[in-house]
């Protein structure tokens, strides 16, 4: 008698491991951009409420999600064309 396997081609001795969050640090982070302002967060519903502040501010913003290992090259990339721009991590707290 054969077994048929839900999932042929896997062997059903084989269980799934749950999901681990990605390490420190390679998680996305939500840049918000209006006027001369770039602000970034961790939390997409904070860069939500700035979007939102910045429109009512006639701001028109944008809103880029990135991996947090990517924004020290796009911030010194920013920093390089645009001197004069405020930037604002909010993950730490500091204006930069």
Not at 28 to 34: C, K, Q, R
Not at 66 to 75: C, G, L, Q, T, Y
């Amino acid at each position: 008698m054969t077994t048929r396997h839900r999932y042929p081609g896997r062997d059903p001795g084989h269980r799934r491991t749950a999901a681990t969050p990605p390490p420190a640090g390679t998680a996305d982070v939500y840049l918000v951009a209006g006027g001369d302002l770039v602000a970034v967060f961790r939390d997409p519903d904070a860069a939500a409420v700035q979007h939102t502040v910045m429109t009512g501010a006639n701001l028109d913003p944008i809103t880029r999600r990135i991996s947090a290992h990517e924004w020290p090259r796009v911030r010194a990339r920013l920093r390089a064309t645009m001197p004069d721009l405020v930037i604002v991590d909010a993950r730490t707290g500091d204006d930069q």
